[in-house]
């Protein structure tokens, strides 16, 4: 069964970066939507960028547009999230997901189309 795998979270001044990464492992059919999510204490998991994985169309939030960016290594099974510009309000848990029958070649998707998730990695901003 997929299994992800996140790490590259740590504590950043606010205008710093960071790149997240997430390995998959396990599957056999490469899923057709990543993404990473986030959560901030007391608040609901929400989508930060989604990615098409067979044409690489990605899609953002419009808090982290401009800033962020979301890419895939397919030789590594790898997820990246490219973080610059960091504000105090990206301190979160951000978590890497992935579903094989979501349809995320045009927009965002819901936390809820995502059926396969690791177990995050911790992003800390100071002011």
């Known amino acids: 069964q997929l299994q992800l795998l996140e790490s590259g979270g740590g504590s950043v001044q606010a205008g710093g970066s960071l790149r997240l990464s997430c390995v998959a492992s396990?599957?056999?059919?490469?899923?057709?939507?990543m993404a990473w999510f986030r959560q901030a204490p007391g608040k609901e998991r929400g989508a930060v960028a989604t990615i098409h994985t067979p044409t690489g169309r990605a899609h953002y939030a419009d808090s982290v547009k401009g800033r962020f960016t979301i890419s895939q290594d397919n030789a590594k099974n790898t997820l990246y999230l490219q973080m610059n510009s960091l504000k105090p309000e990206d301190a979160a848990m951000y978590y890497c997901?992935?579903?094989?029958?979501?349809?995320?070649?045009?927009?965002?998707?819901?936390?809820?189309?995502?059926?396969?998730w690791g177990q995050g990695t911790q992003v800390t901003v100071s002011s």
């Open positions: 997901a992935a579903d094989f029958d979501a349809y995320c070649w045009s927009s965002l998707l819901p936390e809820t189309d995502f059926h396969y």
């Open positions: 396990g599957y056999t059919r490469r899923p057709k939507c």
